[in-house]
């Protein structure tokens, strides 16, 4: 399809990751990661010290002495807090910025991207199972779709909304239709490009619809039921607003209907305010976020 | 507790401004005003509850933007921020109201928003309950509901203009009064 190869073309003159942000991102993957190796990842980049100083000095992880170094604020925070902060930190700049295309004000889809990553959490809390190291930072990239095809390829959503009314079309279907390809594979191919960790890419792949994966598999079925409850609930939502299907299999496998939900959004909404105040302080802070002249 | 978002035309600079003054009510947040240049606008409605009161004698009006229904699935948020829950929330604003001279015989109520996902099993139903909290309490109340835009699939914004108590709603590319 023409409308598809466009896109991918233009996705691959989308402007990444900063490389430090890229590399904490892959370093925070595996599962022995070198807290040195990880630390100097984080040093070299002014940025990425300062949100982590910053998130270690906050009343949000309650900070009762004020610390100055890398090494301490990786103490303070513990590895696991340290593994979602710098992810949140490093996804900020571009989750930061206004995506035209899908009517998203500036902000709104990094506030989506947060939230969804702490319904995520929550929900995993609630199953047996522990879920994967990468489920938050899926959750985190999960519309990074959305940036590369509203802000680069500027698509408009209004027909793809019309389709989607049209013929009672879930939004991602209907963006199929209209472009030959969605954002949910765009985020993917761009993961892909950027080498994050196939577990990862997958998430961001099926998130809308997880029941195309492998029945069962705990992260996309938290980011999906995550992401349900979080564009419900209006977090960052955008053109497309609640015109996405629920897969009643993911909820039923979480045990999760309005009780448990209205719950989840309760918690997320809360620790929201603290979190992506923190976070939006790194929005923009040297990233160059200009798609490129001939992009769109 | 958060104090109510009270925005009185008794300002210290003691004139009304000519243009217009946009105030954005944001998730679990509630705004009310005696001014005639004010815009209350809320948005991203999804299964949330927007709701507009607004008195045209004494001038007075407020929205609020409602995420959840009911309070007690957690006291203490609900202690700290009320305007998070419908049944908390709604009260807080007439209650605002009320205090800048408005009174309930005189005010209209429009709602907007109480969506759901394409959710053909109905697995969520957290608009529909937001929606019916909604009505009981305004039913408590004696508050009739002049004209509503509920239900769907679609994310709305709210705008209530205080200079003619006209409240618009957008999503998509539709934009109606109601």
């Known amino acids: 399809m023409k409308r598809r190869e466009q896109i991918l073309s233009e996705l691959r003159s989308t402007p990444a990751l900063p490389m430090p942000a890229i590399r904490v991102v892959q370093l925070i993957q595996e599962p022995d990661v070198d807290m040195r190796e990880l630390s100097q990842a ?158 990862l890419v997958e998430v961001v792949r099926r998130h809308h619809e997880p029941d195309t994966a492998e029945p069962g598999t705990l992260a996309i079925d938290l980011v999906h039921a995550a992401d349900s409850l979080c564009l419900l609930a209006g977090i960052g939502s955008g053109a497309d607003g609640t015109h996405y299907r629920p897969a009643p299999a993911v909820l039923s496998r979480l045990q999760l209907g309005t009780k448990l939900g209205e719950a989840v959004i309760c918690q997320v909404w809360s620790s929201l305010r603290d979190l992506t105040g923190l976070l939006s302080v790194t929005v923009g802070d040297g990233v160059n976020v200009t798609c490129p002249s001939d992009c769109g | 507790m958060n104090a109510p978002v009270g925005i009185s035309k008794e300002s210290p600079s003691g004139h009304t401004q000519a243009a217009s003054v946009t105030h954005t009510v944001g998730i679990s947040d509630m705004k009310a005003t005696d001014r005639p240049n004010d815009v209350l606008v809320t948005y991203s409605l999804g299964s949330c509850i927007g709701l507009t009161l607004f008195d045209p004698v004494a001038g007075v009006g407020g929205m609020i933007h409602c995420m959840l229904p009911l309070s007690n699935i957690d006291r203490a948020t609900a202690d700290r921020n009320p305007y998070m829950f419908t049944d908390t929330g709604v009260p807080a604003l007439l209650q605002a109201i009320f205090d800048m001279g408005a009174e309930r015989r005189r005010l209209a109520a429009k709602v907007a928003g109480a969506a759901s996902l394409l959710d053909e099993k109905g697995m969520f139903r957290i608009g529909e309950r937001n929606y019916t909290v909604l009505r009981k309490i305004l039913c408590k109340n004696d508050i009739l509901v002049a004209a509503e835009d509920v239900g769907g699939t679609v994310a709305r914004t709210m705008y209530l203009y205080m200079q003619t108590g006209r409240t618009m709603i957008k999503s998509g590319s539709r934009e109606m009064e109601l």
């Open chain 1, 42 to 199: 984080v040093r070299y980049d002014p940025s990425l010290t300062a949100t982590v100083l910053r998130l270690a000095n906050s009343s949000y992880f309650g900070a009762a002495r004020s610390i100055g170094s890398v090494q301490e604020a990786v103490m303070r925070l513990g590895t696991n807090r340290l593994f979602r902060v710098l992810t949140a930190s490093a996804v900020a700049p571009l989750a930061g910025l206004a995506v035209k295309g899908y009517d998203l004000q500036p902000g709104a889809l990094l506030e989506h991207a947060v939230a969804v990553a702490l319904a995520a959490e929550r929900l995993a809390a609630s199953v047996d199972q522990p879920a994967p190291n990468y489920t938050f930072t899926a959750a985190l990239l999960h519309d990074i779709g959305k940036i590369a095809m509203g802000s680069c390829v500027q698509i408009d959503a209004r027909p793809i909304m019309d389709l989607a009314f049209r013929q009672n079309l879930s939004f991602q279907a209907a963006e199929r239709e209209v472009l030959g390809i969605d954002h949910a594979e765009a985020g993917a191919i761009l993961l892909e490009f950027w080498n994050l960790p196939p577990g």
